[in-house]
């Protein structure tokens, strides 16, 4: 797969909650926008729209399975980055596989198939 999958896809980013290290909060000196993500505790930040049912990233643009982006992608949390890597390559996991699922899609490995 020469395209990387997760610009057609985006169900990761609308179906788990993101958590993340103050650290990278914009807020503490990080990269997330404090408009895009909420404190927690002393210690742990969360991606708004995450947390709700269906959830739904607020920094998630475009129609999920069709076409999509992040609109922080160069400031995205660790979760996100670390959720992405395998995605990204075409191969998927169990979890890619999972939140696709979700929203209809077939698996990664499956979806070129014939």
Request: net charge neutral.
């Amino acid at each position: 797969m020469s395209a990387n999958a997760c610009l057609a896809c985006g169900a990761c980013c609308a179906s788990f909650r993101v958590d993340f290290d103050r650290d990278e909060w914009a807020g503490a000196g990080g990269g997330v926008p404090e408009t895009l993500a909420d404190e927690l505790t002393g210690r742990i930040c969360r991606m708004r729209g995450t947390d709700r049912s269906p959830p739904r990233c607020a920094a998630l643009v475009g129609r999920v399975g069709v076409q999509v982006s992040c609109a922080i992608h160069e400031w995205r949390p660790s979760p996100c980055r670390e959720f992405g890597l395998r995605a990204a390559l075409g191969i998927g996991d169990e979890a890619c596989d999972a939140a696709r699922r979700r929203h209809g899609l077939a698996p990664l490995e499956l979806a070129g198939a014939a």
